[in-house]
T-cell receptor, first 110, second 115 residues
Framework: NAGVTQTPKFQVLKTGQSMTLQCAQD?????MYWYRQDPGMGLRLIYY???????DKGEVPNGYNVSRLNKREFSLRLESAAPSQTSVYFC?????????FGPGTRLTVL | AQKITQTQPGMFVQEKEAVTLDCTYD???????LFWYKQPSSGEMIFLIY??????QNATEGRYSLNFQKARKSANLVISASQLGDSAMYFC????????????FGAGTTVTVRA
C-alpha cells in the first residue's frame, strides 16, 4: 500500500516550458487534490476532483490544468511555466476525516 | 477573509514540557472538520489529529490533543511531553460542508524543541 505517490520529486524548468506532474493513489478514494506551498506559507488549493470525471478550480488555478485520468490518477499540467510557479506541489487524496498527502514535487522555474 | 488563522509564527519549548499551538477558524457552515498536520524539515505532510464539528469530545491521539472550543471558533493543538523530534512546522486546516473534503490551511507555526 503505497498511499499517494508523485513524480517527479524535483524539476527545474525554464520560463515557457511545459510539464506534467503525475499523482496516483491506491486507497480507492474518490477525492483528489493539488496544492502548492510557497516558502514559509501554508498550502493553497490549485484544483481538485471530487470524483472520477469531475474537476474544479481551487484558490489559485491560473496557469494550471488538470486531468482526472481515472479513479487512481490525477495529473497537473503547467502549459507555460513562469517563475511565479516556483513552489512545492503536493497531491492529496481524502476520505471525510483524513487527507493523505504525497511526498511533494519541488519545482523551480528559471 | 482568512478561514484559518495561526497567530504564532514560531515557538520554543523545553523538552518534556507541553506546548499549545493556537488556531482559530471562520465558517458559517454547521458541518466542518478541523485537522492538524506536522511538516518536518524533510517536507512531508503528516496527519496528526482530526476534530469534527459535531464531535462531543475533544480529539486525542497519543501525545496530541485538540482543545476544541466551538463557540470561540478555536481548535488549539496541545502537544504533551515534547520531544526533540517534535521540532517542525505545524499547520491547522479546515474542510467545510458534509461532502466537501478540500482543505483551507493556516500559515503554520514553527515549533523548536530545546534539549
Amino acid at each position: 500500500n503505497a498511499g499517494v505517490t508523485q513524480t517527479p520529486k524535483f524539476q527545474v524548468l525554464k520560463t515557457g516550458q511545459s510539464m506534467t506532474l503525475q499523482c496516483a493513489q491506491d486507497m480507492n478514494h474518490n477525492s483528489m487534490y493539488w496544492y502548492r506551498q510557497d516558502p514559509g506559507m501554508g498550502l493553497r488549493l490549485i484544483y481538485y476532483s471530487a470524483s472520477e470525471g469531475t474537476t474544479d478550480k481551487g484558490e489559485v488555478p491560473n496557469g494550471y490544468n488538470v486531468s482526472r485520468l481515472n479513479k487512481r490518477e490525477f495529473s497537473l499540467r503547467l502549459e507555460s511555466a513562469a517563475p511565479s510557479q516556483t513552489s512545492v506541489y503536493f497531491c492529496a487524496s481524502s476520505r471525510v476525516n483524513e487527507q493523505f498527502f504525497g511526498p511533494g514535487t519541488r519545482l523551480t522555474v528559471l | 477573509a482568512q478561514k484559518i488563522t495561526q497567530t504564532q509564527p514560531g515557538m520554543f519549548v523545553q523538552e518534556k514540557e507541553a506546548v499549545t499551538l493556537d488556531c482559530t477558524y471562520d465558517t458559517s457552515d454547521p458541518s466542518y472538520g478541523l485537522f492538524w498536520y506536522k511538516q518536518p524539515s524533510s517536507g512531508e505532510m503528516i496527519f496528526l489529529i482530526y476534530q469534527g464539528s459535531y464531535d462531543q469530545q475533544n480529539a486525542t491521539e497519543g501525545r496530541y490533543s485538540l482543545n476544541f472550543q466551538k463557540a470561540r471558533k478555536s481548535a488549539n493543538l496541545v502537544i504533551s511531553a515534547s520531544q526533540l523530534g517534535d521540532s517542525a512546522m505545524y499547520f491547522c486546516a479546515m474542510r467545510e460542508g458534509r461532502n466537501d473534503y478540500k482543505l483551507s490551511f493556516g500559515a503554520g507555526t514553527t515549533v523548536t524543541v530545546r534539549a
